[in-house]
């Protein structure tokens, strides 16, 4: 949770980032120049996962000729991506609470989980109040255990309340109206460095 906190905050301070979409939403423009969508004031961020897909009147992908643009005029930008090395931790770690839950919100699901598992802890914690002897040590160890798991489930509640928070802002950041998971919107981050890394590699080459 700490790590998608630290890529949301990566995402919305990445100057260069915020460049690219600026020219893409040019480009953008350019290519649209006489249709219903000409001068459009942006674009959906689901867009950027259809770069390596939509082509240009001379064939080659919207992404390919994005990245020729900016190789010849805006070379700084290339590079952006090393300034966003979170995304990929947060994949990684969305990606195994998924395969853990088998839910697209993994994360919500994990901590909804916790949080039950410690209820009902507390529930049978009742049942087990009186030692069955003087040599019984359970109830003490299982009232031990339920103290510390109650803190520990209190410090996660408010790691996700602060990684939610993060989240909704970085919706609201980029006026996000359709909803998404947070897996599925650092999955469309990650799937576009991945493209742009694969064509700015071929143009190198």
Known sequence: MVVVRS??????????????????????????????????FGFELSF?????????Q??????????EIIEEHYSQLIGFDKNLTS??????????????????????KVVNQVAKTVSQLESNLSKFETPFNSDDKFPEILTDFHKKASEQLIILQEMFDNMKKSFDDICNYFSITTKFTIEEFFSLFNKFMEDWNVTVNFLLS
């Open 58 to 67: 001379s064939g080659s992908s919207f992404i390919h000729f994005l990245a």
């Open 7 to 40: 890529a949301c905050e990566e995402i919305t301070h990445c100057n260069k980032l915020m460049d690219i979409f600026q020219i893409i939403l040019l480009c953008g423009n350019y290519m649209n120049a006489g249709s219903r969508n000409e001068g459009s």
């Open 87 to 108: 995304i990929q931790s947060a994949m990684k770690g969305l990606y195994i609470l998924y395969l853990y839950t088998v839910n697209d919100d993994s994360v919500t």
């Open 48 to 56: 950027l996962n259809s770069l390596a897909d939509t082509k240009t």
